[in-house]
């Protein structure tokens, strides 16, 4: 799973098989180690959030979690359906764009 994150806006793209995994599991993590500790980490995840109602992002020291409501995932991932979008107010009059992609690559 790939992490993107640029101006306002967090984007994570999943491959096929990592888009299965999700679907099967209801969740997926990626740690990326920045230091020898585990207090040296950056941890990101997507997860199928029954208690989410729009898609939002948690963020706390070295996690980022992007919670997608249960029903929003579960015809995502099963579906033909590339992205899903949303936003959440994260200070007055500023807002974060989250987009979650299938990344299918190139089909030519």
Same mark, same amino acid.
């Given at each position: 799973?790939k992490? &993107?994150?640029?101006?306002?806006?967090?984007?994570? &793209?999943?491959?096929? *098989?990592?888009?299965?995994?999700? /679907?099967?599991?209801? &969740?997926?993590?990626?740690?990326?180690?920045?230091? *020898?500790?585990?207090? =040296? +980490?950056?941890?990101?995840?997507? =997860? &199928?959030?029954?208690?989410?109602?729009?898609?939002?992002?948690?963020a706390?020291?070295?996690?980022?979690?992007?919670?997608?409501?249960?029903?929003?995932?579960?015809?995502?991932?099963?579906?033909e359906?590339?992205s899903? /979008?949303? +936003?959440?107010?994260?200070?007055?009059?500023?807002?974060?764009?989250?987009?979650?992609?299938?990344?299918?690559?190139?089909?030519?």
């Open positions: 799973m992490l &993107r994150l640029e101006d306002h806006t967090l984007r994570l &793209r999943l491959d096929p *098989p990592e888009v299965t995994a999700f /679907r099967a599991a209801g &969740r997926l993590e990626t740690v990326v180690p920045l230091g *020898p500790t585990a207090a =040296e +980490q950056l941890v990101y995840s997507l =997860e &199928r959030d029954p208690a989410a109602l729009v898609l939002t992002v948690r706390t020291a070295g996690c980022i979690r992007v919670l997608v409501p249960a029903a929003v995932a579960d015809a995502w991932a099963g579906s359906e590339i899903l /979008r949303g +936003q959440m107010e994260v200070a007055e009059n500023q807002l974060l764009h989250i987009l979650v992609e299938k990344d299918l690559g190139c089909k030519h």
